[in-house]
Nanobody
Framework: QVQVVESGGDLVPAGGSLRLSCTAS????????MDWYRQVLGDQRELVAA???????RYTDSVKGRFAISRDYSKNTVYLQMNSLKPEDTAVYYC?????????WGQGTQVTVSS
């Protein structure tokens, strides 16, 4: 059984920072990419940032220069450092782990940015 657990969501003022964490545990092998998505109620889930097995990263345009994704391969953990937060960053943030045997999602963590 695989577990994916996110943490770090909070209520912050505009311009503030947060660091999200996501750890995968259990019978999970050969992790390739670890990704952060976000979703606003009523909208589609969108990819925010991803980090591949070789360390290659990619970001959606709206967060470039403000967010940074990183990964601890020994702990199956991915982080999302979010700086200069804006109200439009408010969403539930989800972690997706792409592994050889399938893709796994966490339960999400709420990020709220007040104006």
């Amino acid at each position: 059984q695989v577990q994916v657990v996110e943490s770090g969501g909070d209520l912050v003022p505009a311009g503030g920072s947060l660091r999200l964490s996501c750890t995968a545990s259990g019978s999970i092998f050969d992790i390739n990419s670890m990704d952060w998505y976000r979703q606003v109620l009523g909208d589609q889930r969108e990819l925010v940032a991803a980090i591949a097995g070789d360390g290659t990263t990619r970001y959606t345009d709206s967060v470039k220069g403000r967010f940074a994704i990183s990964r601890d391969y020994s702990k199956n953990t991915v982080y999302l450092q979010m700086n200069s937060l804006k109200p439009e960053d408010t969403a539930v943030y989800y972690c997706q782990v792409e592994a050889r045997r399938g893709n796994y999602w966490g339960q999400g963590t709420q990020v709220t940015v007040s104006s």
